[in-house]
């Protein structure tokens, strides 16, 4: 696929192929941004901000629906990631209040067998992370999407950003179900210990050594 070039949207999230996120628009940079995409029927790039930058691979966004528009512009819109993407070149010719854009090669995945054990151990350690955080037992994994099921775990669990910006640059299902193996088998031992704590602190301390 030969390279695009895209508005760009730097923010503290990291946006997955198949996951929804809801944005609200304020900037004028980006209600022009809105603007554009919906009158051309075009995506936008989200990237993860970081301290010193930008990262350099990001996940394109398309407009599902604007929810709510305000009387002074700003507006609230729903979005769904499509396809990750490396950024070859950023325009800065422009000031800084302008909209950002960049010149980026979508990426696609290696082809290659997932190991069915790996896959399985995955979606039990989702499901009791997802039930210690959220105190709810998770009905939703099985949606009918053809979206990998390592994008649609790391979507839904309040992971940290950096980790889930490593399953987002990650190029084969395999590596990204065996990474997040191995980041919730450490995760999951601290959830329960603050799930301990939490029950304990309800009771007004009884029970506490």
């Known amino acids: 696929m030969s390279p695009a070039r895209l ?3 730097p923010l503290n999230v990291v946006l997955l192929p198949g996951a929804d996120m809801p944005l609200h628009i304020f900037e004028p940079r980006y209600r022009q941004m809105v603007r554009e995409c919906l009158h051309a029927k075009t995506l936008f790039g989200m990237l993860l901000a970081l301290p010193n930058g930008i990262a350099g691979t990001g996940c394109t966004a398309e407009i599902l629906e604007v929810t709510n528009r305000y009387d002074d512009g700003r507006c609230d819109i729903l979005t769904i990631g499509r396809e990750p993407f490396r950024v070859i070149e950023v325009f ?57 099921i390592s994008y649609r775990i790391a979507a839904k669990l309040p992971m940290d950003l950096l980790w889930k910006q490593r399953v987002l640059e990650l190029r ?33 301390g009884h029970g506490l050594n």
Do not use: I, K, M
């Open 7 to 9: 508005p760009l949207f």
């Open 172 to 204: 084969s299902e395999a590596e990204r179900e065996e990474r997040l193996v191995a980041y919730l088998r450490e995760w999951a031992p601290h959830l329960q210990r603050a799930d301990t704590v939490r029950a304990r602190a309800a009771s007004n």
């Open 92 to 148: 800065s010719d422009e000031p800084l209040d302008t909209l950002l854009r960049g010149e980026v090669d979508y990426l696609e995945d290696r082809a290659g067998p997932v190991n069915p054990r790996v896959s399985r151990e995955l979606v039990e350690l989702y499901e009791t992370c997802h039930t210690l955080v959220f105190d709810d037992y998770p009905r939703d994994l099985d949606s009918g999407t053809e979206t990998p």
